[in-house]
């Protein structure tokens, strides 16, 4: 997070603004890398957790209306900011039904568009795979704070891209006069003020943006701090995608073993208990408020409930509710590891509980053989998901997917930090309908990249033997 403070004494040389408009003037094309993620300041909306009582995200003070800051979570009325730069994206989402989440950011010229056809019923432009595109303009700019201004992106789709385009039209008419005459400076040698103005059409009523100009930047150190986010933003050493979600495990010690013996002699296999739950005691002996678990997370119960639900629709009524013997350390389920299938999970209060049957698969006989020696086994909960960091405690978003309810483990009750260090230290994302490790993602894409260029090469020199042969 960067921030520069103001000084009065810096004064600001016309001549150095007018050089700049000739090599660098805020606008540019390049594509993003994902090597950091900056603040996002969007707009509170009446339907925004913050400003709903019973939602953990609940802030006191915050209103529908109000701009908010993603990462202080501060609020304003308005904001003076100074925009250093500026892009078009396309950008790929999977659909909430499919487990949402962000896939991909392409260019402006990607052609990615093309592939599109408009859902009638949405109004999405959709892809074959069923992924859906969002045009989205990202504004980079420097937001004025209590002592100094800090780095931030507004990002606009939608009903917001016409304000978008406004301001790039006003960023566009500003005029300087300097040493050889009028000329259009650098987008970060004026401030802009941001408040937000009540709209509506026939599906509803929102909050947007609204922006006014400023006053031009006087500030040596602020004018030099703008102009270093912008070539940041421009190199792609900043990034404006989504977070990548995370993987989350939790875990509960407390199982039943229920064995049944069939007519022919066999035995059915079956654990029963709390897989999922709110209100626990932790190793400490301190009793969290109702949502907060012993690792320091908060799981608002509305979060839970619609993935439960979920949960049971696509996975427990289909019979693919699979689970592991062991700590996965990925999202997703490898059926030559599947010890059990769950069966059922439903709430008791706080809690909920679920069933499963024990598998004839070789890790399902180690489970009833674990179980036939009186080995204490518990269940770990599975699922991807980002979280904010609010009062000492990490908030799951609304964003959670559940991957599954339970596998079995054997030690429950071992520190969490260590299976935190080996499950949420790695990113992933959706590729192509799967979860596959971000790193992996951006690996093939360097090689691609490389095998593009080489060919490319390839065709040069085939190209230049023709013209020597004519």
């Known amino acids: 997070m960067n921030k520069s403070v103001k000084t009065k004494e810096n004064g600001l040389d016309l001549a150095v603004i007018a050089d700049d408009a000739k090599k660098m003037s805020g606008f540019g094309t390049l594509n993003l890398a994902r090597d950091t993620a900056i603040p996002y300041i969007s707009i509170l909306q009446t339907s925004s957790p913050q400003v709903n009582p019973s939602k953990a995200e609940y802030i006191e ?21 100074i925009p250093v730069f500026y892009h078009l994206k396309y950008v790929e989402w999977k659909p909430r039904e499919q487990g949402g989440g962000f896939i991909d950011s392409h260019d402006a010229d990607s052609g990615i568009i093309g592939q599109t056809k408009r859902d009638p019923m949405t109004g999405k432009q959709v892809l074959p795979n069923g992924n859906h595109i969002v045009q989205t303009a990202y504004h980079f700019v420097l937001m004025m704070s209590g002592d100094g201004y800090q780095n931030a992106v507004i990002s606009m789709s939608s009903s917001q891209l016409k304000k978008s385009r406004r301001w790039n039209s006003l960023m566009l008419s500003q005029k300087i006069k300097g040493p050889q005459g009028m000329f259009t400076p650098p987008t970060y040698a004026f401030t802009y003020n941001l408040s937000t103005v009540s709209e509506s059409n026939d599906r509803g009523s929102w909050f947007g943006f609204s922006i006014e ?21 421009a190199s792609g050493a900043v990034d404006a995608k989504p977070e990548s979600p995370k993987l989350i495990s939790e875990e509960i010690q407390d199982v039943e073993y229920i064995c049944e013996e069939q007519e022919n002699g066999k035995k059915d296999y079956k654990i029963k208990g709390v897989f999922m739950q709110a209100d626990i005691k932790n190793r400490n002996g301190r009793v969290y408020p109702m949502e907060v678990l012993r690792n320091g997370r908060v799981y608002p119960m509305e979060v839970l409930q619609k993935e439960v639900k979920r949960y049971n629709k696509e996975y427990i009524n289909e019979k693919r509710a699979f689970g592991e013997l062991g700590h996965p350390d990925g999202p997703t389920v ?31 006989e180690i489970v009833k053989n674990l179980m036939d020696e009186g080995a ?8 991807m998901g980002s979280l904010d960091q609010k009062n000492g405690a990490n908030y799951v978003r609304n964003d959670f997917y559940l991957a599954t309810a339970a596998d079995i483990v054997a030690d429950p009750s071992a520190p ?27 690996m093939k894409g360097r090689v691609e990249q490389r095998v593009r260029s080489r060919h490319a090469k390839e065709d040069a020199l085939e190209f230049a033997k023709f013209l020597k042969m004519l």
């Open 61 to 81: 003070s915050a209103k529908a209306g109000q701009l908010f800051n993603t990462v202080t979570q501060e609020t304003f009325d308005k904001l003076e900011v």
């Open 334 to 364: 490898n059926l030559e590891r599947a010890s059990h299938l769950i069966t059922a999970l439903y709430p008791d209060g706080k809690n909920f509980i679920g069933e499963a049957k024990i598998l004839k698969t070789p890790m399902g």
């Open 416 to 442: 969490n930090a260590f299976v935190e260090g080996m499950m949420e230290g790695k990113e992933w994302v959706w590729n192509h309908g799967s979860l596959v490790e971000a790193e992996l993602v951006r």
């Open 376 to 383: 204490k086994l518990g269940v770990s909960s599975r699922g």
């Open 213 to 233: 100009k400023g006053s031009q930047v006087t500030d040596a150190s602020i004018y030099g701090e703008s102009k270093a986010f912008a070539q940041s933003a």
